[in-house]
């Protein structure tokens, strides 16, 4: 990018009519003509259809659908992977918790901050427009500015979980005071921002849409309880839970009540382009393909990703599970998690000689486990072959940098090869399937939390053991398709403590959520990302070499640092984070 310390000019343009170009400063809803003539309620819905495009106007090195960079290997969830640390070395400084110096460069973290303003951008000049066409000459006006303040605050939402420290911006600012907008707001102020915008969706948005992919009232509740369970846990100036908030847990509770939506009966299906959009995605970003573009509206998040050491896929290996991953799906004779014990012994990490991995005897897992992992001599995707030709077992060959990173690969994020949602530009994969922002799970996990911590334990029992109801159910794929069958899930009878509880739900998010990205910001909200993530690179760095010097430091590694130029360019008028 041209230009791109000027991402402040880039917020005005809330105000102004620019054309859609990879300089910021050049950026504008694309057909739009002059603030003249643009007032109609046909430019009206362009500019809203361009809104929503820009929250999945992402790339592999600026994301803003999915956080596998800053979510999943930030956690212990994953590994950067690729070939070796100093492959896109960033996102190594990353996982390492190695972000003392502030600017980073141009990718990752400061280019998602400019991706998500661009998106806020696009939303307030479209609400600036709508906000002057009589309602008269515009039926559904109130309805679509209700979809844009939501689009607006998915955006703060997402920025605020990676930096803490943002500005908010809304389209009635004018040039001067959004230049005068600091970021310096305090905690519980900008979550209630956030919660305006979307409690506005709340009360305009229908039931239902009849086009797939606008947001409706259903989604903002579900968006509505995210927000809740977040603001609960409140933070001090160095991120510390200082307290949770009663009152915010009783909202969580009342908006999850009105989210409408049920579980997939197969947990695969949320992550297979024919089940999109199905009765579990309440909110998705949308994506294309053969719509008339060279390679159609292709997500390429995570073009890094597919396994590497197979002429299947194309390149580049990255985002490898953990061996603490792995460990987590272990289950017990009762067919419950070990919730104190897992990480006591590795499972699944006997290579032989044909490159497979032997069963460790007498081991019984989740389900879950061969939908989130790609598993040497298991199959990949639910499929042992590809059209008779391709073998589609998992391999130890298909790890890139086994010897840094281990073999352990991802599944979820992965299709078939051979799916008419995939394709490859140059070495890199794209596909057209859907990321999803909630799903229904998600709903059913933030009401158990909220329960738990009213002390209303036994009421989140039910809750937990839907999830694990349909997690049991969702081993017909990976068996039919060759994988031995170690599986073993049953329901928790009872909820003895609300400490164990607690640990009950903190593990099924895990085991629910795995790879997919919400595991380290759940570990900030609980306040717990210090004492896990700690304990976790102990052990791990003595099966890893390369985390041998990761350490997190607490009050600084829960949030990331404000890019170095937004401070420089607003003249210090931005604050940065603790501990940068």
Known sequence: MKNIKFILTGLLLAFTAVSCSEDFLEYEPEGVLSSENVKTADNAESLVIAAYASIANDDMIGPLTNMWVYGSVRSDDSYKGGGGRGDVGEVDRYEQYYLTVPDQGELMAPRTWTNYYKAISR????????????EEEYQIKTIRQAELRFLRAHSHFMLKRIFKKIPYITEELSQEEIAETSNDIPNQELWNKIADDFKFAYDNLPQAQDEVGRA??????????KVKLYQAYEQNETHQVVNINQAMLEEVIKYADEVTGSLEPDYGNNFLVEYENGPESIWAAQFSIDDGTRVGRVSFVTGLNSPHGTGLYGCCGFHLASQNMVNAFQTNNEGLPLLDTFNNSDILNDVQEDGTVEVNSGLSVDPRLDHTVGIPGRPFKYRNTVNSEGDMIYNFTWARDPGVYGFFGNMKEQQAPDCSCYVKEGPFVGTSRNVIFIRYADVLLFKAEALI?????????????????????????PVEAGASDIYNVELYDSFPSKEFAWKALKFERRLEFGMEGPRFFDLVRWGEAAETLNAYLDEEKTKRDFLANAVFTAGRDEYYPIPQREIDFTGGLYVQNPGY
Do not use: C, G, H
């Not at 409706?216 to 309880?225: G, H, V």
């Open 123 to 134: 939303a307030n000049f479209a609400l600036s427009v709508i906000n002057d066409i009589p």
């Open 453 to 477: 911590q009213l002390d209303r334990y036994e009421e989140a029992l039910p809750l937990i053991n839907e999830i694990r109801e349909r997690a049991a159910a969702s081993s017909t794929r």
């Open 216 to 225: 409706d009232k259903s989604a903002a509740a579900a968006y509505l309880a």
